[in-house]
């Protein structure tokens, strides 16, 4: 399983930017999909999640700015990220593993993740 990122980068307060995670190599069934954030001096941190049985979790700092969905055909998976602001500077990751059926106990358990991508930045100044 290879998870790779893109769609990062520098902007402003108050602009946009969407990150894109490309799976390959993924045969399971169920699936449990999420984006974390890590900013220097400081520990993984859950942004936005899903999982195969439709549900979808946000951590605080996402609630109402961010959005994440996917496209299971393409096995891609988005982060709509709106409003950005100083705070939200990190690199950003996407995380997979597969039993869905602890997943909602607790989304953001990174020890959890058995796949993770190489992450891109994302800088806003």
């Known amino acids: 399983v290879q998870l790779v990122e893109s769609g990062g980068g520098s902007v402003q307060p108050g602009d946009s930017l969407r990150l894109t995670c490309r799976l390959s190599g993924w045969t399971f069934g169920s699936f449990c999909l999420a984006w974390f954030r890590q900013a220097p001096g400081k520990d993984h941190e859950g942004v936005a999640g899903l999982e195969s049985d439709g549900e979808i979790s946000y951590g605080d700092s996402a609630k109402g700015r961010f959005n994440i969905n996917q496209d299971t055909a393409r096995r891609m998976l988005y982060l709509q990220m709106n409003n950005l602001q100083h705070e939200d500077t990190a690199m950003y990751y996407c995380?997979?593993?597969?039993?869905?059926?602890?997943?909602?106990?607790?989304?953001?358990?990174?020890?959890?993740?058995?796949?993770w991508g190489q992450g891109t930045q994302v800088t806003v100044s």
């Open positions: 995380a997979a593993y597969t039993d869905t059926d602890t997943w909602l106990n607790d989304p953001w358990k990174s020890a959890n993740y058995a796949w």
